[in-house]
């Protein structure tokens, strides 16, 4: 019953769960650049950047990046496996498993993928392809990461991934007796080969932009329903169609 779960729902390591979520896009909001600085940057040139970067080729910056990155990735992607939690939960009450495990092995997958991911914003900073902001500063980056991401919804690995958190009962039943810990690094590396490509198109959305995130959430989620199945490929192709004609279209306005 529907109103079961809610009452469930209302136990104290999913109060903690939504809190944890609620205070990623509270910081991550706070965090946002206001469009009116990003049209002063371009304006303003290099010392505007380096007084308001978010980005420095140094530890400090480094760190930060992984940061961001982190606070994205629990924002948008907890939401996104909230029906496998459940399930998961629903399994629990009947075992000795521990709910706070599976979480702690899911977000451990995301930290990788954010220490990962913030090296590759640290490279592509450096070499002016990204701004201070995060954002594609060259639209042939920004049109490959439009393609890349089309054709990996069309990839046997996203099909198997969504598979997974489509069927989240199955998928736990199947690896049950690894534990906790284990089910959750599992859960974690479903979650990623299905959602790192979309992930990546913070830089073509901007990373600061809180309407790119939430679409993207959003897209993400309703993917990983059984209902959602009609999504994964009508949306490769309009990825990948936008990243065809970006490059076209800003090579035809600047001649």
Known sequence: MVSDRIRLMGAPHWIALFAAVVASWAVLAAMSVPAELRDAARIFGAEFWESFCTTTPDAAGYARLVTMWMLMSGAMMAPTALPAFATYDDLSRQTEARFDQLIAGYLV?????????????????????????????SFWLSGALLIIAGLYQFSALKEACLSKCRQPLTFFMAHWEEGAWRNGLRLGAVCLGCCWALMLLAFVGGMTSLGFMGIAMIAMTLEKMQAGAWLTRPLGIILI???IALPILETAGGL
Do not use: P, T
Request: no cysteine.
């Open 109 to 137: 997958i995301w930290l990788g993928f954010s220490i990962v991911v913030a090296a590759l914003q640290m490279g592509l900073f450096n070499a002016g392809l990204v701004s201070a902001f995060g954002d594609s500063r």
């Open 241 to 243: 169609g936008a990243g």
